[in-house]
């Protein structure tokens, strides 16, 4: 895993020279251009429970937990995925064609959707594209993983398993879908070529959206932007702006990142959407995100990865603005010989102003994870993972959001979220890259 993620985000953070390097290793079409075939299989076995009691009322009001929410086994395909990426130098104008068309593969699962009108294992679901590169850096169009979330994917040991970071990092709200660590589609980007250890990668999405609230999918887009099914009033955006700049120098990693989604509908929150907060209190506002991060591998084989991390929203009313918070981040992976890795993680996100039901409310998490890795080769790991996340009275942070096939997820079988519950459990994977 450790390889091919070295890989995504020198494509994506890269300049032409480095996609032209990865794009060598596949089949020669000709002498001038190459095509790639990749791929990602990661598939885990998993032992999760909500942390409430069927029938429980006692924290959760009127309201009564439904159905199994102790603990439950599931096999998951965690972001498992297949591409085809290329490079073609076009003569003696020192400038190269590149393309990428990448999907989801769905290897535990039935592929299909139950939320909304997108296929995420439809051939091109994730990051694909077309562009030029040349030494000046690389332009491409398409969809991707934003600059804001690429600048510190290498800092997460636990990526896409049940201590993904994304429960709480780029997570505003505590929802499965972690708003500011995601992919924006029908984008234009700029990679930079490494000045000296500096590289920066810039990105605009156009929201695309006759809707002056943003409350009907974008034009050209089967769902919501945003991650939401319709009505798209529980975070659809308009327009997106994601930038990121990282320095890297030896055992010495920088970076920092910010992003804005532009009049965010978050009116189902609302009286009028049907939601508990008071008319005018949440409305459709600017959201925006900055973090910074640093990694040093010590001499040790040690690696420490630290994020502190800036969640805002223009909201109208801060007793009920659940969307804005701190969150810090802090891991460590010690390496064992030349095969094996131990990995700590520690996320917290902090109070935010207010909460749609109850206003001002103890909200912070704290998700804690543990991991062990063993390399067989560059291709093959095989991993274990626990994971705890412990919500405050009014937060209902997640584990495995964005990332892991299947979540725990805070509803019980009759669609209720309950907050201030504590989840935790553990899980055994295989991945292999090829």
Known sequence: MKSRLALACA???GAGSAFSQAAKTGTPVTAESFVQIYGHVDVSIDYLTKGINEGDSSIFGTTPAAGKLGYQPDVSSNLSYFGVRGARDLGDSGLRAVFQIETQVDVAATPGSTTDSSVKAAFGSRNSYVGLAGGWGAVKAGKTDAPYKLSTARMD????????????????????RAEFDTRLSHAVWYESPNWSGFRVNVLFAPGQNRATDNSIAASGEPACTGGNPPPCTDGSFGDAVSIAGTYEAGALYLTAGYEKHKDVNRLGDEATGGGPAPAGTVGVRNEQAWKAGIQYTFATKTTINAIYESLTRDAPDANFNERQHKAYWLAATQKIGERDDVNVGWAHAG?????????PVDNEANMLA????????????????????????GAHYDLGASGHGITTDCHDANGNCFPGTTLQGASVGVQYDF
């Open 370 to 393: 543990l991991g062990y890795k063993h390399h067989f080769d560059r291709q093959t790991t095989a991993y274990a993972v626990y994971a705890h996340q412990a919500n405050h009275a």
């Open 157 to 176: 040991p636990f990526s896409a398993s049940i201590g993904d970071y994304n429960s709480i990092i780029g997570n505003t709200g505590g929802d499965n």
């Open 351 to 359: 109070k935010s102003p207010g909460d749609p039901n109850v206003g």
């Open 11 to 13: 494509l994506a953070l």
